[in-house]
């Protein structure tokens, strides 16, 4: 019985490592690469956008909030929209 439970406890934390987690971050642009898709925020954090983001619709200097998912070590945007 010990072992079952040792054995669930294992695979439950595995997946928590290895599963993306969903966040906003609010921020000024300090850079853009619109070749590579990449936004870095003034406080030097680097998202991906997805290509259903258009980039060259936004500017550095402009603040934006950022939908993104935290996988594989990446922050992944899922939305980029002016902020307030």
């Known amino acids: 019985m010990r072992l079952i439970a040792f054995a669930a406890g294992l695979t439950g934390a595995?997946?928590?490592?290895?599963?993306?987690?969903?966040?906003?971050?609010?921020?000024v642009i300090k850079s853009m690469d619109v070749a590579k898709d990449t936004v870095t925020?003034?406080?030097?954090?680097?998202?991906?956008?997805?290509?259903?983001?258009?980039?060259?619709?936004?500017?550095?200097?402009?603040?934006?909030?950022?939908s993104y998912q935290h996988e594989n070590n990446k922050m992944e945007a899922t939305s980029i929209t002016p902020a307030t």
């Open 14 to 27: 595995a997946l928590l490592a290895t599963s993306a987690f969903a966040a906003d971050a609010t921020g």
């Open 41 to 66: 925020l003034s406080d030097g954090s680097m998202y991906t956008a997805p290509s259903t983001v258009k980039l060259n619709q936004f500017k550095v200097g402009e603040k934006v909030k950022i």
